[in-house]
């Protein structure tokens, strides 16, 4: 389990920063890789607003590293930076929307800045890796121990039907909301969040819906799936207050970057097998700062039955 702001041991490659193989391996070109990629989350399947792939980077440098890491921002820069890598791959996009600047005066230029001066390519893979297969919620799913059954909103472009929005899954043994919930806060990387529960702690559990980051726009489809419990992040007070009253759907809210961040391991095993079987001398890392925006969290203390107070 990460804590603290880095940690390391978990999601680190069979290589690191020091490593000195003497390889005479060929090593990939910057198009190689990504080409490579792409065979895993084509653009084509992400979704219209979406702004994915390559941001910055020359097709024609070599690349010896690779960083895997939820956020583009300064702190994972620097740390692919300091790694020697040449290639920074993230799930959440730099520029979501339209810019006119990369000027170092604001936050995302010096990001632009800063990768471009070291030689360091950005490539996104964000809702073409939410649909994959296996994507981001097969990621999530693997690191809680369930057995996926099928997505949780199947892409009707898939004829295999395996690709699609979350998943759902079955445990192999029933487990109550409680512990469902000590699971997860086990098992995903530590926040300040945590875990919280919507619904009766000693409900028992045989199926369950996840979803990586925001999912509270999928109680419908979540319904319709007949599960016991909905595993996602970003829920809010009114649809989740819905939610309840329609079912005794059971929901665990994780921090968006906690059901995230399992992705880059899964993502870095897919690129190391792309690497072995090419022969390529490519050393695959996976960031383990924790780059959740929520630094603190301060139970409540109060025991009044009476609720909140006047």
Known sequence: MLSGASAGGRGRRRFNATDQTGSLAPVPRLSEVIAALETLWPAERAESWDAVGTVVGDPDQQVT?????????????????????????????????????????????????????????????????????????DALAGALDLRVTGPLVPDPTDPEGRRGLGRVCALDHPLTVRELAARAAERLPATAQGIRVAGDPEALVRTVAVSGGSGDSLFDQVRAAGVDAFLTADLRHHPVSEARAHS??????????????????????????????????LRVHVSTTVTDPWTAHAASTTSDPLGAPN
């Not at 604001?106 to 649909?131: E, P, Q, S, Y």
């Not at 906690?258 to 993502?267: G, I, N, R, S, Y």
């Open 65 to 137: 590293r690779v960083l895997f890491a939820v956020d583009p921002v300064q702190e994972i820069v620097d740390e692919a930076v300091k790694l020697g890598a040449g290639l920074l791959v993230t799930h959440h996009p730099l520029y979501l929307r339209g810019t006119t600047t990369v000027a170092a005066t604001h936050f995302k230029g010096r990001v632009v800045h800063t990768l471009i001066k070291n030689d360091i390519a950005l490539h996104v893979a964000h809702t073409n890796a939410d649909t994959a297969d296996p994507g981001v919620s």
């Open 248 to 281: 005794p759907l059971a929901l665990l809210d994780a921090a968006h970057w906690a059901t995230e961040w399992p992705w880059c391991e899964l993502a870095a095993s897919q690129l190391d097998e792309i690497s072995d079987r090419h022969g390529w001398d």
